[in-house]
């Protein structure tokens, strides 16, 4: 699998290519089982048990929302589980990596790290936060090896319209050598650098000496380039500070040299920069970082299982820094599918991935999801009066380049305002005001209201779905059908015979079955199923 292009995996897939298929599965199914075999020996050391695997309709769900942002459809997921297949779970995640949202959801991701923000504090302004955006996004689209993801922003020079990557260096609150390097170290080292004395910060910050900006005659246009006359000094001497590696080995950056680039070199060959960018990955797909906080690596906060973050490094590594064969060797892997429902022997189990972890859907997840499902649209708004802020209501809200354009909802529901580029700036906690919103807010009545999606797989002519206006019985699709297109599209599955039964009992005593269906699907929204990842 590694190495592999984009086009070669969907032929593969779609195709059959037997031998080389084959080979290719064969190498993720033993990554997959020997992560499988760390994670269930450190169970087994600490006796708590796993739970069960989770059924194809939560897989389904959870691979969809993890790798992509976006809930299923009701037609995706009959497809899905109708297929006959004894890998469909492998072969569904080749075709997720292949869909647009994937690389607008991950592109997200990674402007939450990165600060991407035309307003206060990184101030990169719009027309540069959407050439930002464009190069991650492409980064993210074409698979590009993660070390030369990590040197090209590293080591940019020019203008920020013109070369993308250099805004990593604009997208900062200040611009000091100090700042720069405690950015680089939490973004790239997953370090933060208040835990440093002050040697080590200095040390670093001495390759980012030579950092320099300059302005054009391009309005909000500016120049990133490197200096070599520039030294970072000391302000104690006032005498050039000796650059050092944040392990401890002193530097020496030749005249003319770019000390950006020597940081670069040294970088992407630590131990710390793969053991970085696999613990995130954990965390994005498993709801906890095998370093936790994520972004908070240092020798007083050890791995749950070092062993699993040196495997995982190393298959990076060994991998051509290739992030999808991560994903795929997680997401293929047994704890991954894991059930999130505990057993009574890993109840109070937090840290040992003994299941998968529930946790509430992004801000922006959820507000796509309620959208796709009724069918509607959402509002947003910038208060920058300048080019790119006009955003169409169209838009689905993982494909917004600019922290600064926002709305109500994505406020309420935590969206990170990228000031700082931690992962806790991102607030998935439920709050009573979120729960106050979903149950009686105008917005949700208002999408329910106008709801064409959901009410067409009622009423299979839309003609005759009116607004406020309820169909003749002859319209409506029998109501089994009916409950099952409702539960597909909402919650990815069928629903039980329980579920039925309520339905039809709340349809019966309603008397209007116009009315009744908008109450089941506002329920249904309003269930932790449909809320939460599990």
Same mark, same amino acid.
């Given at each position: 699998?590694?190495?592999?292009?984009?086009?070669?995996?969907?032929?593969?897939?779609?195709?059959?290519?037997?031998?080389?298929?084959?080979?290719?599965?064969?190498?993720?199914?033993?990554?997959?089982?020997?992560?499988?075999?760390?994670?269930?020996?450190?169970?087994?050391?600490?006796?708590?048990?796993?739970?069960?695997?989770?059924?194809?309709?939560?897989?389904?769900?959870?691979?969809?929302?993890?790798?992509?942002?976006?809930?299923?459809?009701?037609?995706?997921?009959?497809?899905?589980?109708?297929?006959?297949?004894?890998?469909?779970?492998?072969?569904?995640?080749?075709?997720?990596?292949?869909?647009?949202?994937?690389?607008?959801?991950?592109?997200?991701?990674?402007?939450?790290?990165?600060?991407?923000?035309?307003?206060?504090?990184?101030?990169?302004?719009?027309?540069?936060?959407?050439?930002?955006?464009?190069?991650?996004?492409?980064?993210?689209?074409?698979?590009?090896?993660?070390?030369?993801?990590?040197?090209?922003?590293?080591?940019?020079?020019?203008?920020?319209?013109?070369?993308?990557?250099?805004?990593?260096?604009?997208?900062?609150?200040?611009?000091?050598?100090?700042?720069?390097?405690?950015?680089?170290?939490?973004?790239?080292?997953?370090?933060?650098?208040?835990?440093?004395?002050? /040697?080590? &910060?200095?040390?670093? !910050?001495? %390759?980012?000496?030579?950092?320099?900006?300059?302005?054009? @005659? *391009?309005?909000?246009?500016?120049?990133?380039?490197?200096?070599?006359?520039?030294?970072?000094?000391?302000?104690?001497?006032?005498?050039?500070?000796?650059?050092?590696?944040?392990?401890?080995?002193?530097?020496?950056?030749?005249?003319?040299?770019?000390?950006?680039?020597?940081?670069?070199?040294?970088?992407?060959?630590?131990?710390?920069?793969?053991?970085?960018?696999?613990?995130?990955?954990?965390?994005?797909?498993?709801?906890?970082?095998?370093?936790?906080?994520?972004?908070?690596?240092?020798?007083?906060?050890?791995?749950?299982?070092?062993?699993?973050?040196?495997?995982?490094?190393?298959?990076?590594?060994?991998?051509?820094?290739?992030?999808?064969?991560?994903?795929?060797?997680?997401?293929?892997?047994?704890?991954?599918?894991?059930?999130?429902?505990?057993?009574? /022997?890993? &109840?109070?189990?937090? !840290?040992? %991935?003994?299941?998968?972890?529930?946790?509430?859907?992004? @801000? *922006?997840?959820?507000?796509?999801?309620?959208?796709?499902?009724?069918?509607?649209?959402?509002?947003?708004?910038?208060?920058?009066?300048?080019?790119?802020?006009?955003?169409?209501?169209?838009?689905?809200?993982?494909?917004?380049?600019?922290?600064?354009?926002?709305?109500?909802?994505?406020?309420?529901?935590?969206?990170?305002?990228?000031?700082?580029?931690?992962?806790?700036?991102?607030?998935?906690?439920?709050?009573?005001?979120?729960?106050?919103?979903?149950?009686?807010?105008?917005?949700?009545?208002?999408?329910?209201?106008?709801?064409?999606?959901?009410?067409?797989?009622?009423?299979?002519?839309?003609?005759?779905?009116?607004?406020?206006?309820?169909?003749?019985?002859?319209?409506?699709?029998?109501?089994?059908?009916?409950?099952?297109?409702?539960?597909?599209?909402?919650?990815?599955?069928?629903?039980?015979?329980?579920?039925?039964?309520?339905?039809?009992?709340?349809?019966? @005593?309603?008397?209007?079955?116009?009315?009744?269906?908008?109450?089941?699907?506002?329920?249904?929204?309003?269930?932790?199923?449909?809320?939460?990842?599990?």
């Amino acid at each position: 699998m590694c190495g592999w292009s984009r086009i070669e995996w969907r032929v593969a897939v779609a195709a059959g290519m037997l031998a080389a298929a084959g080979t290719a599965f064969a190498t993720v199914d033993r990554a997959s089982a020997k992560i499988d075999k760390l994670v269930f020996a450190k169970l087994d050391e600490l006796g708590i048990p796993a739970s069960d695997p989770c059924t194809d309709e939560v897989f389904l769900r959870r691979v969809y929302l993890d790798m992509t942002g976006t809930l299923p459809s009701a037609v995706e997921t009959r497809a899905f589980l109708s297929r006959n297949s004894a890998n469909r779970r492998g072969e569904l995640i080749e075709q997720l990596f292949e869909r647009e949202e994937f690389s607008d959801y991950w592109a997200l991701k990674w402007c939450d790290l990165l600060r991407v923000k035309a307003e206060f504090p990184s101030k990169l302004w719009p027309n540069a936060v959407q050439a930002y955006h464009r190069w991650v996004r492409t980064a993210v689209d074409e698979n590009m090896p993660y070390d030369r993801f990590a040197r090209e922003l590293l080591t940019a020079s020019g203008s920020n319209f013109r070369v993308p990557q250099v805004n990593f260096y604009r997208a900062m609150p200040n611009r000091t050598p100090e700042s720069i390097a405690s950015i680089v170290a939490l973004t790239f080292m997953g370090m933060r650098t208040e835990n440093w004395d002050r /040697g080590q &910060l200095e040390g670093v !910050a001495a %390759f980012f000496g030579g950092v320099a900006y300059k302005g054009t @005659a *391009e309005w909000k246009e500016e120049i990133v380039y490197s200096d070599p006359a520039r030294q970072f000094m000391d302000p104690a001497t006032g005498q050039p500070v000796q650059p050092v590696f944040p392990g401890g080995q002193l530097a020496a950056i030749r005249p003319g040299q770019d000390g950006r680039e020597l940081f670069a070199d040294w970088l992407v060959g630590s131990n710390v920069f793969a053991q970085n960018i696999v613990n995130r990955i954990w965390y994005w797909l498993m709801g906890r970082g095998l370093v936790h906080e994520p972004d908070d690596i240092r020798p007083d906060n050890p791995p749950q299982n070092q062993q699993l973050l040196d495997f995982l490094a190393r298959e990076l590594v060994e991998s051509g820094f290739d992030l999808r064969h991560v994903y795929r060797i997680i997401l293929n892997s047994r704890t991954y599918q894991l059930s999130s429902i505990h057993n009574e /022997g890993n &109840l109070s189990d937090q !840290a040992n %991935f003994s299941h998968y972890h529930v946790r509430r859907l992004d @801000a *922006e997840v959820l507000i796509d999801a309620i959208c796709q499902i009724t069918g509607t649209t959402e509002s947003y708004s910038s208060a920058i009066p300048e080019p790119f802020t006009f955003i169409p209501e169209n838009q689905r809200s993982i494909t917004l380049a600019d922290g600064s354009i926002t709305s109500p909802f994505l406020e309420l529901f935590g969206r990170p305002p990228r000031d700082t580029g931690f992962e806790s700036e991102r607030s998935n906690d439920p709050s009573a005001a979120q729960k106050l919103h979903m149950l009686n807010s105008t917005h949700i009545v208002q999408k329910l209201s106008q709801n064409r999606s959901l009410m067409g797989m009622a009423v299979p002519d839309e003609r005759r779905a009116k607004k406020g206006k309820e169909p003749p019985p002859a319209s409506w699709l029998p109501l089994d059908e009916a409950l099952d297109n409702l539960y597909l599209a909402i919650l990815s599955r069928y629903p039980t015979p329980e579920e039925r039964q309520v339905a039809v009992s709340h349809i019966t @005593a309603t008397g209007s079955r116009w009315d009744a269906t908008i109450d089941i699907i506002w329920a249904l929204l309003n269930t932790k199923e449909f809320i939460y990842r599990h």
